[in-house]
Nanobody, 126 residues
Framework: QVQLVESGGGSVQAGGALRLSCAAA????????MGWFRQAPGKEREGVAV????????FYADSVKGRFTISQDNAKNTLYLQMNSLKPEDTAMYYC???????????????????WGQGTQVTVTS
C-alpha cells in the first residue's frame, strides 16, 4: 500500500521560506514522475514542480521558477520542495503526488498521478 505523507507547511510572511517534505512508503521516489501540486480555494489544482524518472531536469510552473526547488533523497525515500521568496499568491494546500506506469501527456496533468498525499497548508501573509 502506497502512502505519501506531507509535512512542513505553515504560515509565513511574504518573502519568507518554507520547506515541504513528502515521505513515501510503499513507493520508491525515484521510480517515476513525482512532484508537488497545489490548490487554492476556488481554483483548480495546478502543478508546481515535478521530478521525472531519473531525477534530472525537473519541471516547474512559470510562477515558481527561480523561487522553488524540488529535490529528492533516495536514501530517505523523501521528496522535498524548498520554497523561497514566498508570495501571498502561493497560499494554497500543497499536495505530494506520484505517478505509476507510462504517461505521454504533460508533466502537470493531475489525472496522470495515481497516488496523492493528504496535503499540507501553506499560508503567506502580506
Amino acid at each position: 500500500q502506497v502512502q505519501l505523507v506531507e509535512s512542513g507547511g505553515g504560515s509565513v510572511q511574504a518573502g519568507g521560506a518554507l520547506r515541504l517534505s513528502c515521505a513515501a512508503a510503499g513507493y520508491a521516489v525515484s521510480s517515476n514522475y513525482m512532484g508537488w501540486f497545489r490548490q487554492a480555494p476556488g481554483k483548480e489544482r495546478e502543478g508546481v514542480a515535478v521530478i521525472p524518472y531519473g531525477g534530472d531536469d525537473p519541471f516547474y510552473a512559470d510562477s515558481v521558477k527561480g523561487r522553488f526547488t524540488i529535490s529528492q533523497d533516495n536514501a530517505k525515500n523523501t521528496l522535498y520542495l524548498q520554497m523561497n521568496s514566498l508570495k501571498p499568491e502561493d497560499t494554497a494546500m500543497y499536495y505530494c503526488a506520484a505517478r505509476e506506469g507510462f504517461y505521454s501527456g504533460r508533466w502537470n496533468d493531475a489525472p496522470a498521478y495515481k497516488y496523492w498525499g493528504q496535503g499540507t497548508q501553506v499560508t503567506v501573509t502580506s
